[in-house]
């Protein structure tokens, strides 16, 4: 909506918005919605927006604001002169929570909740702990405890100190293709941090991202690890039984067949999938495999793959491509980028009446959709969860 960049929207920007979106409003409607968004100022802001939405926020709610504005939550306290290493002042966070759209008391009530030892003060990496919930208090109070014992020290006197000491999160802190907390999310639906690593593999090929997270932690579990040594043969050429390797260390040489010898196709390193296509089309592979380096490969057969997953994964290629074909025709929607097209395309649509979308939470989305998610249109409906992943419900008129 905003797009001058000015930090507010006009009563004419937030109508034009609106009917890019497909709701067939009033007037007298879009302007009532505008002003109860707008309060209590004449101006539509993102801080007033979320304020007048959402109410008083937690946390972590602070933290998904912050996102969806800046597109990442320490980008405001930058602005404010600190540092990944610095400290955030009282006033500081008070401003950022300001810009938030917060109300003096919710930002006192937050700062008083973390600021345990009334410091007023608080170290910046604990502050992001906090906002991606992902650190306890305690924590938090004995890394501040440790740095006003170091402070208040005798060689702090002499100018010498130990180095700054770090709060141990909840979960590590892991950040792929743009997601924040990539990995805490995979946590959360059972992954282990070695799963995870090898989801990432698989979420990052088409063939195998279209499957709900849970199928492919199902995939991963019947899957078999081992470890060659340099020279090992991993794989014989043309094998109608070759499973779906993924390689997660060391090296490999795919090697061609002939009619003496064989001939080095390629030489690939970690992470890599291996032969996902002929799986899927049944075929035998085309080439051997043998290990450059030490090498950890995790196969996946294709008996298993025909027994637990081959229609499921036919069926959620075909929802994917009726998907994304729907998501062209919503007006809002077709101005996403192939990549985050694809990546809201992978989630459930339903047709009843309406042409239902479920937007899935995913803070690198970009501004555009997080206005979206966020129930800009004045639509509240309640969040449901399918297959352990968060969702928000939209319907737009049916083209049909």
């Not at 504005?69 to 929570?97: K, L, Q, S």
């Not at 051997?288 to 069926?315: C, M, P, W």
């Amino acid at each position: 909506m905003d797009t001058r960049r000015v930090g507010s929207v006009t009563l004419h920007q937030f109508a034009d918005f609106v009917d890019e979106s497909g709701l067939d409003y009033p007037f007298s409607t879009v302007h009532s919605l505008y002003c109860q968004l707008s309060q209590p100022a004449d101006t539509l802001t993102e801080g007033l927006m979320y304020r007048n939405m959402d109410g008083d926020a937690t946390l972590v709610q602070l933290g998904r604001r912050l996102e969806d504005i800046y597109g990442n939550m320490g980008v405001p306290f930058e602005a404010e002169g600190i540092g990944p290493t610095g400290r955030v002042t009282r006033e500081a966070f008070y401003r950022v929570c300001t810009k938030a759209g917060l109300t003096a008391e919710n930002s006192h009530a937050l700062w008083n909740s973390i600021d345990l030892l009334g410091s007023g003060h608080l170290q910046m990496e604990s502050l992001l702990l906090l906002l991606e919930d992902n650190v306890e208090l305690e924590e938090v109070k004995r890394v501040e405890e440790e740095i006003a014992n170091m402070e208040g020290g005798f060689m702090s006197f002499f100018g010498q100190t130990g180095p700054v000491p770090s709060p141990q999160p909840k979960h590590k802190r892991h950040e792929s293709c743009g997601r924040p907390l990539a990995l805490t999310r995979k946590l959360s639906l059972g992954f282990t941090e070695a799963e995870a690593a090898i989801d990432n593999v698989l979420e990052a090929d088409s063939h195998w991202d279209v499957l709900f997270p849970l199928t492919r932690l199902a995939m991963i579990k019947q899957m078999q690890k081992t470890v060659y040594q340099p020279g090992e043969r991993i794989q014989e050429a043309q094998d109608n039984a070759c499973p779906l390797y993924i390689v997660m260390t060391g090296s490999i040489q795919l090697l061609s067949p002939g009619l003496l010898m064989e001939t080095v196709a390629e030489e690939k390193s970690a992470p890599q999938l291996l032969f996902s296509e002929e799986m899927l089309e049944d075929k035998p592979n085309p080439f051997a495999v043998k290990a450059l380096t030490a090498t950890k490969v995790f196969a996946y057969s294709r008996e298993d793959f025909v027994r637990s997953v081959k229609h499921e994964q036919i069926k959620r290629t075909r929802d994917v491509a009726t998907n994304m074909a729907l998501i062209k025709i919503v007006p809002v929607l077709s101005k996403l980028t192939e990549v985050q097209a694809r990546r809201l395309a992978r989630v459930r649509f339903y047709q009843v009446g309406f042409l239902s979308i479920c937007y899935r939470v995913d803070a690198c989305l970009d501004r555009l959709s997080g206005l979206i998610k966020r129930r800009i249109y004045g639509v509240k409906t309640p969040s449901f969860r399918k297959q352990e992943e968060v969702f928000f419900q939209w319907k737009f008129p049916s083209r049909d």
